[in-house]
């Protein structure tokens, strides 16, 4: 990829509405993937997904720009420890039952 690149969240196809400048509920698949706290300080997060997929998880500080994987996999119901600071995000991406992301 050559050149800056720039990405856009909309609330919807149709419109133009930012969705990180309006807040709001997000559409398609990845919403149920993400989770972000804001200024909310958890220590640890219950998270429940589908059974029968398995999941790595990573732990974003949107803050410091910094993305630490956790070692292992999830799946069903589990919880998800966090640093307890300010604007962290939740990512979970399917990983085979080997435990290999299926990141691209």
Known sequence: MSGPTKATSTKDGASEELWWSKGGEL??????RIAYFG??????????MEPG??????????WNMTVETLPGTYSGSFRV????????ALRLVA??????????
């Not at 997929?53 to 949107?62: A, F, Q, S």
């Not at 966090?82 to 962290?88: G, H, Q």
């Open 95 to 104: 990983a085979d039952p080997s435990g290999a992301s299926s990141r691209s």
């Open 39 to 48: 200024f909310d300080r958890p220590s640890s997060r219950d998270i429940t």
């Open 81 to 88: 420890p966090l640093p307890a600071r300010s604007y962290m």
């Open 53 to 62: 997929t398995v999941w790595t998880v990573d732990v974003i500080d949107t």
């Open 27 to 32: 559409v398609g698949s990845s919403p149920d």
